[in-house]
T-cell receptor, first 111, second 113 residues
């Protein structure tokens, strides 16, 4: 199992970059790191995923360290609508199929 | 493409009753997973269906069951409801069993009184 740790909460000023860290020191070599976010009482929304290279899409960038023991999700220009719980998911269940969600990081974007 | 849809969005039941929740996956997706989210336990995997067969199951009692139809739509059922079953029930679909990216629906908020 890849034990995952994320800070329970973070604040970010609107318009600034939000950098959300995640430690997954025991991730296996072939497990992708997924990031989802959940805005209050809605279903989790897929953001981005990566294996070993940095990834970027229209929502965010994902930086994965060379040893794959940690990653950082970057929201380049945070808006109030980015306030949500962000889940870093390197773990799968015993079948290796479904996500194991931790408590995530509650990001508050402040005006 | 339309996203994952779940019905109903909100439901109130009393202890001892049973409930059926419905999920329609993204068109073309064949795998449907169900998750339970509570304030105390967070998001927990219930089970996954693919080709009308349950493929994986989380650590939940037998009161929680599900099924999948030939059009990939899925239902989950909870019998003999308990107060602790109050939760947000989320459905997620993906294209194939081995595909990683799952897309979640808006959830069904179940309240058990």
């Amino acid at each position: 199992d890849a034990k995952t740790t994320q800070p329970p909460s973070m604040d970010c000023a609107e318009g600034r970059a939000a950098n959300l860290p995640c430690n997954h020191s025991t991730i296996s070599g072939n497990e992708y790191v997924y990031w989802y976010r959940q805005i209050h009482s809605q279903g989790p929304q897929y953001i981005i995923h990566g294996l070993k290279n940095n990834e970027t899409n229209e929502m965010a960038s994902l930086i994965i360290t060379e040893d794959r023991k940690s990653s950082t999700l970057i929201l380049p220009h945070a808006t109030l609508r980015d306030t949500a719980v962000y889940y870093c998911i390197p773990e799968r269940d015993n079948y290796g199929q479904n996500f194991v969600f931790g408590p995530g990081t509650r990001l508050s974007v402040l005006p | 493409k339309a996203g994952v849809t779940q019905t109903p969005r909100y439901l109130i039941k009393t202890r001892g009753q049973q409930v059926t929740l419905s999920c329609s996956p993204i068109s073309g997706h064949r795998s449907v997973s169900w998750y339970q989210q509570t304030p105390g336990q967070g998001l927990q995997f219930l089970f996954e269906y693919f080709s009308e067969t349950q493929r994986n199951k989380g650590n939940f009692p037998g009161r929680f069951s599900g099924r999948q139809f030939s059009n990939s739509r899925s239902e989950m059922n909870v019998s003999t409801l308990e107060l602790g079953d109050s939760a947000l029930y989320l459905c997620a679909s993906r294209s194939e069993l081995g595909a990683d990216t799952q897309y979640f629906g808006p959830g069904t908020r179940l309240t058990v009184l």
